[in-house]
């Protein structure tokens, strides 16, 4: 984190947590996402939290929203909201790194569609996660939002099946999960961090990457990546975050505004997410992407070999009860659809 973004925080510290009176609180959220609400998950998930608490408080609580990661990226951001340094944060993948049985959710080919998703974060699944997160990393899940199913792209030819991948470059997140994923399925997965994927793209580095379509439609993949397997192999979650000492100062009523506008917030988040992956299709196909959807037999491949890989590796990250409770809630959640 640079020096700008530690002497901002600095100035924010001094009212983040401190045993103020209700009426002149001010909450400060970052995440990393475009405050635009109707291209972005994040700003459309703070941007209406913002605005309830603020409208249901009587202005009594006020919401400050740092996005673009103004005040550094994912990891920074938690690690902030950690120290008490920012109230909350909005923050997908970087929360497993300080409470790995998030990465559970990450689980290839866990969840079927976004409803299901839907159905397991918002009950005992959910809760006792959060819970558990909470002893573990200090910062409470007020409601959990969506980044979208990840796809794979690449620019030399279609992919249907995981043979098809096979000797592909794929840039991944720096994460060991998703080299796990991608090695287990014949590619060669090359960790890559986010702003140089356009230059590694484009300069035949790697031949492909993964991301939900909101993203690759928003950042013009289409210009040099020609095909795009929809497989959704991650349902990738967002978790808005408070830091606990700070929720447990608050009085009952300041607690019961912000639990109600974090969950409008995740629905919404969700809602936009949606939105914009399918209008992100149509603008995907309209810049000549050729689009694949492999069969349910094809999909069961990736799945197939995918799994027991990943979970293999989580194995040693987090206990195995996580996992199974993972697998057997996305199977009730099935079978009520």
């Not at 799994?307 to 959640?333: C, D, F, H, T, Y």
């Amino acid at each position: 984190m640079n020096l700008t973004k530690k002497i901002t925080l600095g100035l924010l510290a001094a009212g983040a947590i401190s045993s103020v009176s209700a009426a002149d609180l001010t909450l400060t959220i970052g995440h990393v996402d475009p405050q635009e609400w109707t291209t972005s998950k994040k700003g459309a998930a703070t941007e209406v939290f913002k605005n309830l608490v603020e409208a249901e408080s009587g202005g009594r609580i006020a919401v400050n929203v740092y996005p673009s990661s103004q005040l550094g990226g994912e990891t920074d951001l938690v690690q902030s909201t950690q120290e008490g340094m920012l109230s909350m944060t909005m923050v997908s993948g970087a929360f497993a790194k300080v409470c790995k049985e998030a990465a559970v959710l990450e689980i290839p080919y866990l969840f079927p569609s976004a409803p299901v998703a839907w159905e397991v974060l918002d009950g005992e699944f959910g809760k006792a996660l959060s819970e558990h997160c909470l002893k573990a990393s200090g910062l409470r899940t007020l409601s959990y939002g969506e980044t979208g199913f990840r796809n794979f792209t690449n620019s030399k030819r279609p992919v249907a099946e995981p043979k098809d991948l096979k000797g592909l470059k794929i840039r991944v997140q720096t994460l060991p999960l998703y080299v796990e994923m991608v090695k287990a399925l014949g590619a060669e997965p090359t960790p890559i961090a986010w702003p140089e994927v356009p230059s590694a793209l484009t300069t035949g580095v790697v031949d492909g990457q993964e991301n939900p379509v909101s993203v690759i439609e928003a950042n013009k993949f289409y210009e040099f990546q020609k095909y795009l397997t929809l497989d959704g192999h991650v349902y990738g979650t967002d978790f808005l975050l408070i830091n606990e000492d700070l929720y447990q100062s608050l009085s009952d009523e300041d607690r019961a505004i912000i639990d109600r506008a974090a969950k409008v917030a995740g629905t919404l988040g969700r809602a936009v997410q949606q939105f914009n992956s399918a209008k992100g299709l149509k603008s995907l196909a309209a810049n000549g992407m050729q689009i694949t959807t492999p069969t349910p037999a094809q999909m069961a491949m990736f799945r197939d070999i995918a799994q027991p890989a990943v979970i293999n590796w989580l194995k040693g990250e987090v206990q195995p009860e996580w996992i199974e409770r993972a697998q057997m809630s996305v199977k009730v959640a099935s079978n009520s659809k």
